[in-house]
Protein backbone atom coordinates (compact mmCIF):
# COMPACT_ATOMS: atom_id res chain seq x y z
CA UNK A 1 0.00 0.00 0.00
CA UNK A 2 1.23 3.44 -0.74
CA UNK A 3 2.01 6.46 1.63
CA UNK A 4 -1.29 8.24 2.47
CA UNK A 5 -0.52 11.41 1.12
CA UNK A 6 -0.36 9.28 -2.58
CA UNK A 7 -3.15 6.66 -1.57
CA UNK A 8 -6.01 7.39 -3.60
CA UNK A 9 -9.74 8.02 -2.54
CA UNK A 10 -10.12 3.82 -3.40
CA UNK A 11 -7.54 3.42 -1.36
CA UNK A 12 -8.60 5.44 1.93
CA UNK A 13 -12.34 4.06 1.58
CA UNK A 14 -11.07 0.41 1.77
CA UNK A 15 -8.24 1.28 4.48
CA UNK A 16 -10.91 2.74 6.46
CA UNK A 17 -13.44 0.42 6.30
CA UNK A 18 -10.74 -2.68 7.11
CA UNK A 19 -10.06 -0.37 10.48
CA UNK A 20 -13.45 -0.11 11.56
CA UNK A 21 -14.09 -4.06 10.51
CA UNK A 22 -16.87 -3.05 7.83
CA UNK A 23 -17.20 -3.73 4.44
CA UNK A 24 -17.74 -1.27 1.55
CA UNK A 25 -21.39 -0.68 -0.14
CA UNK A 26 -20.89 -0.03 -3.87
CA UNK A 27 -24.32 1.45 -5.44
CA UNK A 28 -25.19 1.58 -9.04
CA UNK A 29 -27.43 4.35 -11.11
CA UNK A 30 -27.46 5.21 -14.44
CA UNK A 31 -26.36 8.73 -14.82
CA UNK A 32 -29.67 10.34 -16.45
CA UNK A 33 -31.84 7.80 -14.49
CA UNK A 34 -34.39 9.36 -14.48
CA UNK A 35 -33.37 12.85 -15.75
CA UNK A 36 -29.93 14.65 -15.11
CA UNK A 37 -31.92 17.40 -12.60
CA UNK A 38 -32.39 14.50 -10.35
CA UNK A 39 -28.70 13.21 -10.55
CA UNK A 40 -27.25 14.94 -7.59
CA UNK A 41 -30.55 14.27 -5.56
CA UNK A 42 -30.00 10.37 -6.07
CA UNK A 43 -26.34 10.70 -5.39
CA UNK A 44 -26.72 12.33 -1.98
CA UNK A 45 -29.67 9.91 -0.77
CA UNK A 46 -27.52 7.24 -1.51
CA UNK A 47 -24.33 8.22 0.11
CA UNK A 48 -26.53 9.62 3.25
CA UNK A 49 -27.75 6.19 3.47
CA UNK A 50 -24.56 4.68 3.79
CA UNK A 51 -22.89 3.75 0.51
CA UNK A 52 -19.35 4.02 0.29
CA UNK A 53 -18.70 4.06 -3.21
CA UNK A 54 -20.84 5.40 -6.36
CA UNK A 55 -20.67 2.86 -9.09
CA UNK A 56 -22.17 5.48 -12.17
CA UNK A 57 -24.01 3.79 -15.58
CA UNK A 58 -22.45 5.30 -18.31
CA UNK A 59 -25.92 5.79 -20.63
CA UNK A 60 -25.21 3.09 -23.69
CA UNK A 61 -27.79 1.86 -26.64
CA UNK A 62 -27.10 -1.98 -26.11
CA UNK A 63 -25.71 -3.32 -22.96
CA UNK A 64 -24.50 -6.18 -23.18
CA UNK A 65 -24.79 -7.55 -19.40
CA UNK A 66 -27.81 -5.80 -18.21
CA UNK A 67 -31.20 -6.83 -17.46
CA UNK A 68 -34.48 -5.45 -17.85
CA UNK A 69 -33.72 -3.23 -15.04
CA UNK A 70 -30.65 -1.36 -16.18
CA UNK A 71 -31.44 -1.64 -19.64
CA UNK A 72 -34.99 0.13 -18.88
CA UNK A 73 -32.53 3.01 -17.03
CA UNK A 74 -29.97 3.83 -19.53
CA UNK A 75 -33.39 3.96 -22.04
CA UNK A 76 -34.96 6.77 -19.78
CA UNK A 77 -31.34 8.25 -19.64
CA UNK A 78 -30.58 7.92 -23.39
CA UNK A 79 -34.03 9.74 -24.39
CA UNK A 80 -33.22 12.57 -21.71
CA UNK A 81 -29.97 13.12 -24.11
CA UNK A 82 -27.39 12.19 -21.44
CA UNK A 83 -24.11 11.78 -22.72
CA UNK A 84 -20.81 10.86 -21.33
CA UNK A 85 -20.06 14.25 -21.24
CA UNK A 86 -23.02 15.08 -19.13
CA UNK A 87 -21.40 12.28 -16.87
CA UNK A 88 -18.59 13.82 -15.66
CA UNK A 89 -20.39 17.33 -15.61
CA UNK A 90 -22.68 15.52 -12.67
CA UNK A 91 -19.42 14.20 -11.15
CA UNK A 92 -17.75 17.39 -11.61
CA UNK A 93 -20.64 19.08 -9.50
CA UNK A 94 -20.95 16.25 -6.81
CA UNK A 95 -17.45 16.78 -6.09
CA UNK A 96 -17.97 20.70 -5.06
CA UNK A 97 -20.21 18.83 -2.28
CA UNK A 98 -18.53 15.34 -1.24
CA UNK A 99 -14.31 15.11 -2.13
CA UNK A 100 -14.28 11.46 -0.38
CA UNK A 101 -16.33 9.10 -1.85
CA UNK A 102 -15.19 7.54 -4.61
CA UNK A 103 -16.71 7.48 -7.92
CA UNK A 104 -16.64 4.79 -10.56
CA UNK A 105 -17.72 4.73 -13.77
CA UNK A 106 -19.11 1.65 -15.43
CA UNK A 107 -19.51 1.13 -19.50
CA UNK A 108 -18.66 0.40 -22.52
CA UNK A 109 -15.38 1.01 -24.39
CA UNK A 110 -17.35 2.37 -27.45
CA UNK A 111 -17.99 5.28 -25.14
CA UNK A 112 -14.69 6.10 -23.68
CA UNK A 113 -13.01 5.67 -27.40
CA UNK A 114 -15.12 8.71 -28.81
CA UNK A 115 -13.81 10.75 -26.31
CA UNK A 116 -10.34 11.14 -26.91
CA UNK A 117 -8.89 13.70 -23.92
CA UNK A 118 -11.53 10.68 -21.32
CA UNK A 119 -8.63 9.97 -18.89
CA UNK A 120 -7.27 13.82 -18.83
CA UNK A 121 -11.31 14.68 -17.97
CA UNK A 122 -12.30 11.91 -15.92
CA UNK A 123 -9.31 13.22 -13.37
CA UNK A 124 -10.54 17.07 -13.70
CA UNK A 125 -14.11 16.06 -12.68
CA UNK A 126 -13.48 13.52 -9.87
CA UNK A 127 -13.53 10.23 -11.56
CA UNK A 128 -11.28 7.64 -9.17
CA UNK A 129 -12.17 4.22 -11.33
CA UNK A 130 -13.29 2.89 -14.35
CA UNK A 131 -15.19 -0.33 -15.38
CA UNK A 132 -15.08 -1.62 -18.92
CA UNK A 133 -17.64 -4.39 -19.27
CA UNK A 134 -16.30 -5.15 -22.99
CA UNK A 135 -12.38 -4.66 -22.34
CA UNK A 136 -10.77 -7.90 -22.70
CA UNK A 137 -7.56 -7.87 -20.18
CA UNK A 138 -5.24 -8.32 -22.81
CA UNK A 139 -6.03 -5.08 -24.33
CA UNK A 140 -6.50 -3.28 -21.36
CA UNK A 141 -2.96 -1.33 -21.79
CA UNK A 142 -4.84 1.00 -24.39
CA UNK A 143 -6.15 2.84 -21.84
CA UNK A 144 -5.03 1.55 -18.49
CA UNK A 145 -1.45 3.43 -18.91
CA UNK A 146 -2.99 6.40 -19.51
CA UNK A 147 -5.88 6.51 -16.75
CA UNK A 148 -2.82 5.55 -14.21
CA UNK A 149 -1.06 8.62 -15.31
CA UNK A 150 -4.30 10.34 -14.21
CA UNK A 151 -4.69 7.76 -10.87
CA UNK A 152 -7.52 6.44 -12.11
CA UNK A 153 -7.65 2.87 -11.23
CA UNK A 154 -8.89 0.06 -14.21
CA UNK A 155 -11.58 -2.22 -12.33
CA UNK A 156 -11.80 -5.62 -13.93
CA UNK A 157 -15.06 -8.36 -13.79
CA UNK A 158 -14.30 -11.87 -12.85
CA UNK A 159 -16.75 -14.14 -13.46
CA UNK A 160 -18.24 -18.13 -12.15
CA UNK A 161 -16.59 -19.39 -15.39
CA UNK A 162 -13.13 -17.37 -15.23
CA UNK A 163 -10.67 -19.92 -14.58
CA UNK A 164 -7.67 -19.70 -12.04
CA UNK A 165 -5.14 -19.39 -14.65
CA UNK A 166 -7.35 -16.29 -16.61
CA UNK A 167 -8.05 -14.85 -13.11
CA UNK A 168 -4.36 -14.82 -12.41
CA UNK A 169 -3.60 -12.81 -15.26
CA UNK A 170 -6.45 -10.28 -14.62
CA UNK A 171 -4.93 -9.45 -11.16
CA UNK A 172 -1.89 -8.81 -12.53
CA UNK A 173 -3.16 -6.17 -14.24
CA UNK A 174 -6.24 -4.87 -11.87
CA UNK A 175 -6.24 -2.08 -9.56
CA UNK A 176 -8.58 -0.33 -7.38
CA UNK A 177 -10.76 -3.58 -6.60
CA UNK A 178 -11.99 -6.99 -8.08
CA UNK A 179 -15.18 -7.03 -9.06
CA UNK A 180 -16.81 -10.29 -8.84
CA UNK A 181 -19.94 -11.24 -11.09
CA UNK A 182 -21.71 -13.30 -8.30
CA UNK A 183 -23.64 -15.51 -11.01
CA UNK A 184 -23.77 -16.43 -14.46
CA UNK A 185 -25.96 -13.91 -16.53
CA UNK A 186 -27.40 -11.12 -16.50
CA UNK A 187 -27.72 -8.34 -13.82
CA UNK A 188 -30.81 -8.68 -11.75
CA UNK A 189 -30.98 -12.32 -11.58
CA UNK A 190 -31.77 -14.30 -8.81
CA UNK A 191 -30.17 -17.47 -8.63
CA UNK A 192 -27.64 -16.52 -5.90
CA UNK A 193 -25.46 -18.92 -4.53
CA UNK A 194 -24.19 -17.66 -1.25
CA UNK A 195 -21.48 -20.93 -0.26
CA UNK A 196 -20.50 -21.22 -4.27
CA UNK A 197 -19.72 -17.64 -4.65
CA UNK A 198 -17.76 -17.66 -1.15
CA UNK A 199 -15.73 -20.39 -2.45
CA UNK A 200 -14.81 -18.71 -5.62
CA UNK A 201 -14.06 -15.27 -3.44
CA UNK A 202 -11.54 -17.61 -0.88
CA UNK A 203 -10.06 -18.54 -4.38
CA UNK A 204 -9.29 -15.40 -5.18
CA UNK A 205 -8.31 -14.14 -2.24
CA UNK A 206 -5.32 -16.17 -2.29
CA UNK A 207 -4.33 -14.48 -6.23
CA UNK A 208 -4.08 -10.85 -4.80
CA UNK A 209 -4.24 -8.68 -1.73
CA UNK A 210 -6.85 -6.36 -3.65
CA UNK A 211 -10.15 -5.83 -2.53
CA UNK A 212 -12.95 -7.72 -3.65
CA UNK A 213 -16.22 -6.49 -4.20
CA UNK A 214 -19.23 -8.69 -4.81
CA UNK A 215 -22.03 -7.87 -7.10
CA UNK A 216 -25.11 -9.26 -9.38
CA UNK A 217 -28.49 -10.70 -7.32
CA UNK A 218 -27.78 -8.77 -4.30
CA UNK A 219 -31.25 -7.16 -3.67
CA UNK A 220 -31.97 -6.79 -0.14
CA UNK A 221 -30.38 -7.30 3.43
CA UNK A 222 -30.79 -10.49 3.52
CA UNK A 223 -28.98 -11.67 0.49
CA UNK A 224 -25.82 -8.47 1.21
CA UNK A 225 -25.55 -10.62 4.95
CA UNK A 226 -24.73 -13.50 3.70
CA UNK A 227 -22.01 -12.31 1.28
CA UNK A 228 -20.91 -9.68 3.67
CA UNK A 229 -18.34 -11.35 5.86
CA UNK A 230 -16.64 -13.49 3.55
CA UNK A 231 -16.24 -9.82 0.70
CA UNK A 232 -14.72 -6.56 1.18
CA UNK A 233 -17.57 -5.10 -0.50
CA UNK A 234 -21.27 -5.54 -1.66
CA UNK A 235 -22.29 -4.31 -5.06
CA UNK A 236 -26.32 -3.44 -5.52
CA UNK A 237 -27.77 -1.91 -8.89
CA UNK A 238 -31.02 -3.27 -9.53
CA UNK A 239 -32.32 -2.82 -6.56
CA UNK A 240 -31.77 1.14 -6.31
CA UNK A 241 -32.42 1.30 -10.23
CA UNK A 242 -36.07 -0.39 -9.74
CA UNK A 243 -36.89 2.25 -7.08
CA UNK A 244 -35.67 4.69 -9.38
CA UNK A 245 -38.41 3.80 -11.89
CA UNK A 246 -40.87 3.75 -9.46
CA UNK A 247 -40.84 7.83 -10.42
CA UNK A 248 -41.70 10.53 -8.61
CA UNK A 249 -39.94 13.86 -7.92
CA UNK A 250 -35.99 14.11 -7.45
CA UNK A 251 -36.52 14.82 -3.71
CA UNK A 252 -38.81 11.53 -3.22
CA UNK A 253 -36.84 8.99 -5.23
CA UNK A 254 -33.57 10.22 -3.34
CA UNK A 255 -35.40 9.26 0.04
CA UNK A 256 -36.21 5.69 -1.36
CA UNK A 257 -32.96 5.06 -2.42
CA UNK A 258 -31.28 6.54 1.02
CA UNK A 259 -34.21 3.99 2.74
CA UNK A 260 -32.82 0.86 0.96
CA UNK A 261 -29.08 2.26 1.32
CA UNK A 262 -29.57 2.43 5.43
CA UNK A 263 -31.14 -1.47 4.74
CA UNK A 264 -28.43 -3.09 2.87
CA UNK A 265 -25.51 -0.79 5.54
CA UNK A 266 -27.52 -2.20 8.38
CA UNK A 267 -27.37 -5.90 7.44
CA UNK A 268 -23.51 -5.81 6.55
CA UNK A 269 -22.91 -4.21 9.68
CA UNK A 270 -24.64 -6.61 11.19
CA UNK A 271 -23.33 -9.79 9.23
CA UNK A 272 -19.49 -8.64 10.10
CA UNK A 273 -19.48 -7.27 13.32
CA UNK A 274 -21.02 -11.20 14.52
Known sequence: MSSDVDQTRLDKTFSRLRENKSKALVSFITVGDPTLD?????LQGLVEGGVDILELGIPF???EAEGPSIQAANERALKGGATLKDV?????????????TP??????????IAMPDFEKRASEAGVDGLIMVNLPPEEGDKIAQPLAKQSIDLIY???????????????????????YVSLKGITGADHFDPVEVTKKVRELKELT?????VGFGIKDGKTAE???????GIVVGSAFVDLIAQGGSC???SVRLKKKALELRTSIDAATAS
Request: hydrophobic share 40%; with cysteine; glycine share 2%.
Open 38 to 42: CAMDC
Open 61 to 63: SDP
Open 88 to 100: LDQVKLFRKKNTD
Open 103 to 112: IVLMGYLNSI
Open 157 to 179: LLAPTTTKERSKEIVKVASGFLY
Open 209 to 213: DLPIC
Open 226 to 232: KIAPHAD
Open 251 to 253: NEI
